[in-house]
Nanobody
């Protein structure tokens, strides 16, 4: 499975961005999907996860209520909708895929496939 993230850019604080992650290859509907971000000098941070059928989601406290993950298995796509953006949300954002048997995958080692990252910059 290859993952391609897109949709990053520059946005003012309080604004919104919608990131997409498209998968190629077989098996997308059998994988849980997660989003992470990494700011300069910091470790990669878990943001959220959606189960293979979209029926279950999990979010970090830092983005809960502001970010929403959804997926369309017919289009092999997972979406990260980001609202009420803050300057501290500035980072490179990554999508990743985990085996469906992983329970509540929040660590980078839970994920087997990674997209290349897309830059999000929030100005104050």
């Amino acid at each position: 499975v290859q993952l391609q993230a897109s949709g990053g850019g520059l946005v003012q604080a309080g604004g919104s961005l919608r990131l997409s992650c498209t998968a190629s290859g077989r098996g997308f509907s059998l994988l849980g999907m997660g989003w992470f971000r990494q700011a300069p000098g910091k470790e990669r941070e878990f943001l959220g996860y959606i189960s293979l059928d979209g029926g279950s989601t999990d979010y970090s406290d830092s983005v809960k209520g502001r970010f929403t993950i959804s997926r369309d298995n017919a289009k092999n796509t997972v979406i990260l909708q980001m609202n009420s953006l803050r300057p501290e949300d500035t980072a490179v954002y990554y999508c990743a895929a985990a085996p469906s048997w992983r329970i509540r995958p929040r660590e980078t080692y839970d994920y087997e496939y990674w997209g290349q990252g897309t830059q999000v910059t929030v100005s104050s």
